[in-house]
C-alpha cells in the first residue's frame, strides 16, 4: 500500500483560518463554520481564550493544505 495523505481536504479559506490559529489564540477573524471543521478534525480546541493549534494542526500547516 501507498503513504497516501489522508487527511481531509481544507478550502483555502479554511487553510488559512488554520495557519491564523499559529499565531496564538483566537476568536474573531476565524469563521464559526471553519472553527467547527478545524475542531471536529483535531486541528484546534477551544479553551477559554479562544482557539488554540493542535500538534495535528502544527503538523497539516507544515504539509500544507
Do not use: C, N
Not at 2 to 8: Q, R
Not at 37 to 62: H, M, N, S, W
Request: charged share 25%; no cysteine; aromatic share 6%.
Amino acid at each position: 500500500m501507498s503513504d497516501v495523505d489522508l487527511a481531509p481536504p481544507l478550502t483555502e479559506a479554511e487553510f488559512q483560518s488554520l495557519a491564523d490559529l499559529a499565531v496564538g489564540f483566537m476568536r474573531r477573524g476565524v469563521l464559526w463554520q471553519h472553527e467547527e471543521k478545524l475542531i471536529a478534525l483535531g486541528y484546534a480546541v477551544d479553551r477559554a481564550g479562544g482557539l488554540a493549534l493542535t500538534e495535528a494542526g502544527q503538523q497539516r500547516i507544515e504539509r500544507g493544505r
